[in-house]
T-cell receptor, first 112, second 113 residues
Framework: DAKTTQPNSMESNEEEPVHLPCNHS???????IHWYRQLPSQGPEYVIH???SNVNNRMASLAIAEDRKSSTLILHRATLRDAAVYYC?????????????FGTGTRLKVLA | DSGVTQTPKHLITATGQRVTLRCSPR?????VYWYQQSLDQGLQFLIQ???????AKGNILERFSAQQFPDLHSELNLSSLELGDSALYFC????????????FGQGTRLTVV
């Protein structure tokens, strides 16, 4: 399974944009980039995913580098409810298993 | 609400005992995944089932087993429990392809005393 590297922790001020980076230099052509977050005492929650092009949804945007070796999750206006551990995961479309292997993630702290 | 239901929410049991955790996936999802999350470790992938068949295995101990039934619900059986098995156990379900997202339940908190 291809691995991802994320900073252990980040801080942001409330109502400011947050850019959460993820490196995945060994990504293969069939790996989808998925982002999940885990709020305290809850199960992980889907945020966004993409393959090659940048993606937007109501929660966030995903910017994928042209060589796909890195990506950035963008929260446009952080709120206190966005404080969570954010996981960047590669998911192989062709393996037939599609299992998620979680790394240590980035703990995001949002300051009021 | 993710649509994935896990029961029970909390479980306290003694060492050496056996417990069964249950997971009902979202309607229509064929894949079920089990994860263990301890305080000192992250989310550890245990096992995946797809439409009743085991599809992938992770760091699952031999004392642990799982199955997925014809109605697609899944059970994780933990036996000969040890103190170190105390953890949150999450179940997730997803659609049939890798490009679909997974939805996680709220977890079962197992405490072994």
């Amino acid at each position: 399974d291809a691995k991802t590297t994320q900073p252990n922790s980040m801080e942001s001020n409330e109502e400011e944009p947050v850019h959460l980076p993820c490196n995945h230099s060994t990504i293969s052509g069939t790996d989808y980039i998925h982002w999940y977050r885990q709020l305290p005492s809850q199960g992980p929650e889907y945020v966004i995913h993409g393959l090659t092009s940048n993606v937007n949804n109501r929660m966030a945007s995903l910017a994928i580098a042209e060589d796909r070796k890195s990506s950035t999750l963008i929260l446009h206006r952080a709120t206190l409810r966005d404080a969570a551990v954010y996981y960047c995961i590669l998911r192989d479309e062709t393996s037939g298993t599609y299992k998620y292997i979680f790394g240590t993630g980035t703990r995001l702290k949002v300051l009021a | 609400d993710s649509g994935v239901t896990q029961t029970p929410k909390h479980l306290i049991t003694a060492t050496g005992q056996r417990v069964t955790l249950r997971c009902s996936p979202r309607s229509g999802d064929l894949s079920v995944y089990w994860y263990q999350q301890s305080l000192d470790q992250g989310l550890q992938f245990l096992i995946q089932y797809y439409n009743g068949e085991e599809r992938a295995k992770g760091n699952i101990l031999e004392r642990f087993s799982a199955q997925q039934f014809p109605d697609l619900h899944s059970e994780l059986n933990l036996s000969s429990l040890e103190l170190g098995d105390s953890a949150l156990y999450f179940c997730a379900s997803s659609g049939p392809t890798g490009r679909t997202e997974a939805f996680f339940g709220q977890g079962t908190r197992l405490t072994v005393v």
